[in-house]
């Protein structure tokens, strides 16, 4: 089955640069869209990059996605960082099936 | 604007069904997948399946296969999504999202809106 692997957390100070990575398990992670989402506590997900590297109308250009076919990977770049960024982001992608794949998930904190 | 409403959280005995609904607004009902995410405390997300509400066409996930049932009322725009047999280990906060892609075109690669999640809690 298709996997995809986030760390579990990761923290920085608020102006620093933060990347998240999303790792797939099989397969070439550049053959099916990656989406990341944020989910603040108590909140539904809300998509921060969307079809790997396009941004939702609304979402800061601090928020960047890209793809690493060399690593199979995906990531999650968010510059400037600002406290109200904390949160737990999410990879999403989906398999041969359509069936959605999601990252476990990662803990952002900023302090 | 777009919005998803769900009803309310449910409290459910072991063994139980729960029927979670999502009422959609703001855009063409039947043109869009419908899909279903669940959160477990403190867990990450699940997708549980998806709904295709123009036919009623579903796609499940393998471990939700025979317990779980999405069904549609194009009348009033409204998505659901049953659970049965339910056990301890389903409790989680369940969340519609609305899919991208005009039916029945696929894949369907993601959502752009969510609604406000659904409190499940199954304790006897």
């Known amino acids: 089955n298709f996997m995809l692997t986030q760390p579990h957390s990761v923290s920085e100070s608020p102006g620093k640069t933060v990347t998240i990575s999303c790792t797939g398990s099989?397969?070439?992670?550049?053959?099916?869209?990656v989406q990341w989402y944020q989910q603040r506590p108590g909140s539904a997900p809300t998509t921060v990059i969307y079809e790997d590297n396009q941004r939702p109308s609304g979402v800061p250009d601090r928020f960047s996605g890209s793809i690493d076919s060399s690593s199979n990977s995906a990531s999650l770049t968010i510059s400037g960082l600002k406290t109200e960024d904390e949160a737990d982001y999410y990879c999403q992608s989906y398999d041969s099936s359509n069936v959605w794949v999601f990252g476990g998930g990662t803990k952002l904190t900023v302090l | 604007q777009v919005q998803l409403v769900q009803s309310g959280a449910e409290v459910k005995k072991p063994g139980a069904s729960v029927k979670v609904s999502c009422k959609a607004s703001g855009y063409t009902f039947t043109g869009y997948y419908m899909h279903w995410v669940r959160q477990a405390p403190g867990q990450g997300l699940e997708w549980m399946g998806r709904?295709?509400?123009?036919?009623?066409?579903?796609n499940y996930a393998q471990k939700f296969q025979g317990r779980v049932t999405m069904t549609r009322d194009t009348s009033i725009s409204t998505a659901y999504m049953e659970l049965s047999r339910l056990r301890s280990d389903d409790t989680a906060v369940y969340y519609c999202a609305k899919g991208i892609v005009v039916v029945p075109a696929s894949p369907d690669p993601h959502s752009d809106y969510w609604g406000q999640g659904t409190l499940v809690t199954v304790s006897s």
């Open positions: 099989s397969g070439s992670i550049a053959s099916n869209y």
């Open positions: 709904i295709n509400p123009n036919s009623g066409g579903t």
